[in-house]
C-alpha cells in the first residue's frame, strides 16, 4: 500500500523501468557473466598462489605473475619440489614452447635456478598431498580460461551485431569487451535518461557536494551502478593513449592537484556525457566536439 500511494500521488518524480531490447538483454547477460569468469578467474589463481607458499616457495618466486600460461605450463609438470628437482632444461624449453614462448635460455635458466633452490620442505605426504591441489588447482585454471575465451568470443560476435555498437566502437579507448560491458549496463533504451545528470549520476562519475554553512566538500558518489563505473574507469584508462583530449583534460586535472583516480573519473564523467549525446543521436564519436577546450585540430594533435 505504502508503494502504491507513492506512485498514486509522486508518480512525476519516478520513471519507468528501461525497455531494454531482447537483443541489448543478451549482451547484458554475456557482458556479466565474462566478467564474473574473470573474477573467477582471478580468485582461483590467488587460492594457487596461497597453497604454493606453504610448501612451494620456489615456483612462487620462479612465476611472480601466475595467470601467465608459462606458470602454469611448468607447474602441471612439475607441482611439487620434489618433482622440480627432476626437471630438464629440454622439458622446460618444450612446456614454454608449447604455451607461446619463444627460445629464451636466459628465461630457462631463471626458471630451473628458481625451482630447485634449496629451501625448507614439507613431509613427504604432506608434500604430495598439496602437490595434488596444486594440480588439480591448474586443471580448474586452464578450464576457466578456456571458459573466460568462449564468453568474450560469444560476446563479441553479439556486441558487433548489436545496432549501437558502431557508435560504441568509434570512442577511442573503447573495444569489444569495454563497449559491451557499456551497452550492457546503459542499454539500448533511448527515453532510460532523461538527461546527461542521470547518466552521470548512475555510473557514479558526478561527484556528490556537500555544503552546509560554510562547509563545502565535495566526494566521490558510492552509490552507483558498480559495473559500469568499473568499465567507465578503464575506458578512461584506455583513452589516456588513445585520445589526445582525454590525455590533455587527465593532465590538466593532476596539475590541479586531483590523484590519479580522482583524475581519471574526471576524464570518465567527460567521457560518458559525450557519449551519451552519441547514442541518443546515433552519431559516431568526434573527439574535437568531445573536448571543445581544444579549440582547433592543430591544438589537439599538439596536445
Same mark, same amino acid.
Given at each position: 500500500?505504502?508503494?502504491?500511494?507513492?506512485? /498514486?500521488?509522486?508518480? !512525476?518524480?519516478?520513471?519507468?523501468?528501461?525497455?531494454?531490447?531482447? !537483443?541489448?538483454?543478451?549482451?547484458?547477460?554475456?557482458?556479466?557473466?565474462?566478467?564474473?569468469?574473470?573474477?573467477?578467474? !582471478?580468485?582461483?589463481?590467488?587460492?594457487?598462489?596461497?597453497?604454493?607458499?606453504?610448501?612451494?616457495?620456489?615456483?612462487?618466486?620462479?612465476?611472480?605473475?601466475?595467470?601467465?600460461?608459462?606458470?602454469?605450463?611448468?607447474?602441471?609438470?612439475?607441482?611439487?619440489?620434489?618433482?622440480?628437482?627432476?626437471?630438464?632444461?629440454?622439458?622446460?624449453?618444450?612446456?614454454? &614452447?608449447?604455451?607461446? /614462448?619463444?627460445?629464451?635460455?636466459?628465461?630457462?635458466?631463471?626458471?630451473?635456478?628458481?625451482?630447485?633452490t634449496p629451501a625448507l620442505r614439507q613431509p613427504e605426504r604432506v608434500e604430495a598431498a598439496l602437490g595434488l591441489t596444486v594440480q588439480g588447482l591448474v586443471d580448474i585454471i586452464?578450464?576457466?580460461?578456456?571458459?573466460?575465451?568462449?564468453?568474450?568470443?560469444?560476446?563479441?560476435?553479439?556486441?558487433?551485431?548489436?545496432?549501437?555498437?558502431?557508435?560504441?566502437?568509434?570512442?577511442?579507448?573503447?573495444?569489444?569487451?569495454?563497449?559491451? /560491458?557499456?551497452?550492457?549496463?546503459?542499454?539500448?533504451?533511448?527515453? /532510460?535518461?532523461?538527461?546527461?545528470?542521470?547518466?552521470?549520476?548512475?555510473?557514479?562519475?558526478?561527484?556528490v557536494t556537500r555544503a552546509s554553512g560554510r562547509s563545502h566538500y565535495v566526494k566521490a558518489r558510492k552509490i552507483r551502478n558498480k559495473r559500469l563505473g568499473d568499465a567507465c574507469?578503464?575506458?578512461?584508462?584506455?583513452?589516456?593513449?588513445?585520445?589526445?583530449?582525454?590525455?590533455? &583534460?587527465?593532465?590538466?586535472?593532476?596539475?590541479?592537484?586531483? !590523484?590519479?583516480?580522482?583524475?581519471?573519473?574526471?576524464?570518465?564523467?567527460?567521457?560518458?556525457?559525450?557519449?551519451?549525446?552519441?547514442?541518443?543521436?546515433?552519431?559516431?564519436?568526434?573527439?574535437?566536439?568531445?573536448?571543445?577546450?581544444?579549440?582547433?585540430?592543430?591544438?589537439?594533435?599538439?596536445?
Open positions: 500500500m505504502v508503494l502504491a500511494n507513492i506512485l /498514486r500521488t509522486d508518480l !512525476h518524480l519516478h520513471r519507468p523501468l528501461s525497455a531494454n531490447s531482447e !537483443h541489448a538483454l543478451a549482451v547484458k547477460a554475456l557482458a556479466r557473466q565474462h566478467q564474473e569468469a574473470i573474477w573467477a578467474l !582471478h580468485q582461483t589463481i590467488s587460492r594457487l598462489r596461497s597453497v604454493l607458499l606453504e610448501f612451494y616457495p620456489q615456483a612462487v618466486k620462479a612465476f611472480p605473475k601466475l595467470k601467465h600460461h608459462a606458470a602454469t605450463s611448468v607447474l602441471a609438470a612439475a607441482p611439487t619440489p620434489a618433482a622440480a628437482t627432476k626437471l630438464t632444461r629440454r622439458r622446460v624449453e618444450a612446456l614454454l &614452447h608449447r604455451c607461446g /614462448r619463444r627460445n629464451d635460455t636466459a628465461l630457462v635458466d631463471q626458471i630451473l635456478s628458481d625451482l630447485k586452464d578450464a576457466m580460461r578456456r571458459s573466460v575465451d568462449g564468453l568474450e568470443a560469444e560476446l563479441a560476435r553479439e556486441f558487433d551485431a548489436h545496432p549501437l555498437a558502431p557508435v560504441l566502437r568509434s570512442a577511442p579507448g573503447l573495444g569489444q569487451v569495454l563497449g559491451a /560491458r557499456m551497452l550492457a549496463e546503459l542499454g539500448d533504451d533511448p527515453a /532510460r535518461f532523461t538527461s546527461v545528470k542521470g547518466v552521470r549520476a548512475f555510473a557514479g562519475t558526478a561527484p574507469h578503464w575506458w578512461a584508462f584506455s583513452a589516456l593513449t588513445w585520445s589526445p583530449g582525454a590525455r590533455a &583534460h587527465y593532465d590538466r586535472r593532476r596539475a590541479a592537484g586531483d !590523484h590519479h583516480n580522482a583524475a581519471l573519473r574526471n576524464v570518465a564523467n567527460k567521457l560518458i556525457g559525450r557519449m551519451w549525446w552519441c547514442l541518443a543521436h546515433n552519431e559516431p564519436w568526434d573527439d574535437a566536439a568531445a573536448w571543445p577546450s581544444l579549440s582547433s585540430p592543430k591544438e589537439l594533435g599538439a596536445a
